[in-house]
């Protein structure tokens, strides 16, 4: 790790001067990032401008005053990357065709936006979504298209690791709410289920990289890579996390193997999972885990179904076509303090519940539909698609990350889509020495 920071010593000084300065003034950080941006640019640093970009959403997720700039900042750069694709034809080439299947679900959600009860605010996250799907992933196809992305993911990934051990390292100086919320650990993140959802893309991108370029690293350097993320996950008690993460794993093992296998298993386990479910409180307990995964709280998700039956009881009002983007947020801010009389905190933690409220049943199908499309394009050549869709559609079920475009998460797996779209002629698929 030493030795990779000595050799991009020049990208880490730019992201260091920007949170020193965003700490002192986000003012300050409002002229350094662009700036930065656009230094990468001319020096041709695409996988930096993407990895600065990430580093950016990850500290705008922090709750804390000295990363405000972050989230003040990020639009600029959304922008500022944007227009670099679209000016810049001839640097981007290869362009991503991700947002292709979701054409019809960008054209709804503009027309909804005229629905919203803040009209303005929807069209810019409508705007922010579509520019995150339709430009940002150009920056990782014009990298693999390159050298098959691997200095790209080799910087994110030791740039996600550095971060999460960052987050350890301040938990030892600063006070214990600073890196800890209700007892759980939320490191660098805003709260503890950020730094799981965090964590479980975060795996999923390792594991398509180590696909393609499985001596990417060393022995040594997974240990400690997927030993950080470990401890990340336990210490936050994310127990979305550690089931995505496993679902991961274990669809993973059975497709490689073989697809009819993979799908053989799929089958049985959906018979099987009202009896999982009913059965689960037990069979925690049963294991020893009931204390840590908080075995009182499965039934009614650590307030997430009240939460969720709110979301549904105003789903009735707008059902095929929601009020669109942020009007879930709107409606749980403004009865905010009802819901906390409930037992539940934040918002709709459901990211259907949420496309629905703000785009309809309509939206949802279409989305959807994008979704599913860009995934089950990659299935007759990787045997991590599949996988990756389920680990993805379960953390969906109990964050509503994946319908937010400027957050840490959907960047990510943005990134993972556009892993498993591209395709090594030469050698199809490579074998995963972790699994």
Known sequence: ML???KENNQFYL??????????????????????????????????????????????????Q??????????????????????????SFKEKSKIWYPFLAFFILAFIVVFRNPIPLLAFQKTLSFLLMFALIPNYVTHELAKDEGKHLFTLWIWSGTLVLLAGFMVSIVMPVDY???????NGLMGNPNGIGSFATIFFALIMLTLQKHPKLFSLQQLILIFGILALSVLLSESRNSIFSIL???????????????????????????????D??????????????????????????????????ENIQ?????????????????????????????????NTYLALWLNTGLIGLILYMYGLLTNFFKSITYNYLSLPTLFAFLFSCTFEAWFQGSLNPFTIMALACISLLHFRNVEKKEDTVPVL
């Open 247 to 277: 679902i991961f794993l274990f669809f993973a093992r059975f497709y490689k193997m073989s697809p009819m296998l993979g799908f053989v298993i799929l089958l049985i386990t959906g018979l099987l999972y009202q009896i999982i479910t």
């Open 279 to 312: 059965n689960l409180p037990l069979i925690v307990n049963t294991l020893g885990l009931g204390s840590y995964l908080r075995v009182e709280h499965l039934e009614d998700g650590s307030g997430r179904l009240i939460a969720w039956q709110f979301g549904w």
């Open 65 to 90: 005053p000295e990363f405000v700039f972050a989230g003040k900042t990020k639009d600029i750069a959304l922008l500022v990357m944007s227009a670099f694709v679209l000016l810049d034809t001839k």
């Open 179 to 185: 890196t800890f919320l209700v007892g759980r650990y």
């Open 14 to 63: 730019v992201i260091l001067v920007w949170v020193m300065g965003g700490i002192i003034a986000p003012e300050i950080a409002m002229v350094l990032v662009p700036l930065g941006l656009i230094l990468f640019k001319r020096k041709g640093m695409y996988a930096e401008m993407i990895v600065s970009f990430a580093l950016l959403l990850f500290f705008s997720d922090n709750r």
């Open 3 to 5: 030795q990779f920071l």
């Open 317 to 349: 009002d707008n059902f095929l076509l929601g009020r669109g983007f942020s009007y879930e947020e709107t409606l749980f801010e403004i009865n905010q303090k009802w819901l906390q009389s409930q037992g539940t905190l934040g918002g709709v933690h």
